[in-house]
C-alpha cells in the first residue's frame, strides 16, 4: 500500500514561486516513476512534470523552463520547484505514482491549491 502526501501549495503573485512536496509511504517509491498534475476548474487533469526512477525527467510545454521536478529517494519524497508563476498555473496539484511495471495501480495524492493572482 502506498500513501502520497502534498505540502506547499499556497497564494502568490503572478512571477512569484512556489514549492510542491510529496511524501510517499512504501518501498516501491525509489523504483516507481512519479509525476505532478493538476486540474483547474472546468478542465481535465494534465501532466504537468514526471521523472524516472532514475532521475529523467519530462515536462508539460507550458511549464518548461519555470518548474523543476526532482526526487529524493533516501527521503521518499518528490518534489516540483515552481518559478515564474502565471494565473493560468492556477490549479489543484497532484502527486502520482503510476500504474505500471512496478505498482499494479495509480496512487494519487490528496492535491493541493496553488493559486496566481495578477
Known amino acids: 500500500q502506498v500513501q502520497l502526501v502534498e505540502s506547499g501549495g499556497g497564494s502568490v503573485q503572478a512571477g512569484g514561486s512556489l514549492r510542491l512536496s510529496c511524501a510517499a509511504s512504501?518501498?516501491?517509491?525509489?523504483?516507481?516513476?512519479m509525476g505532478w498534475y493538476r486540474q483547474a476548474p472546468g478542465k481535465q487533469r494534465e501532466l504537468v512534470a514526471a521523472?524516472?526512477?532514475?532521475?529523467?525527467?519530462n515536462y508539460a510545454d507550458s511549464v518548461k523552463g519555470r518548474f523543476t521536478i526532482s526526487r529524493d529517494n533516501g527521503k521518499n519524497t518528490v518534489s516540483l520547484q515552481m518559478n515564474s508563476l502565471k494565473p493560468e498555473d492556477t490549479a489543484v496539484y497532484y502527486c502520482n505514482l503510476p500504474a505500471g511495471p512496478v505498482s499494479g495501480r495509480n496512487y494519487w495524492g490528496q492535491g493541493t491549491q496553488v493559486t496566481v493572482s495578477s
Open positions: 512504501g518501498r516501491i517509491f525509489v523504483l516507481s516513476a
Open positions: 521523472i524516472t526512477s532514475g532521475g529523467s525527467t
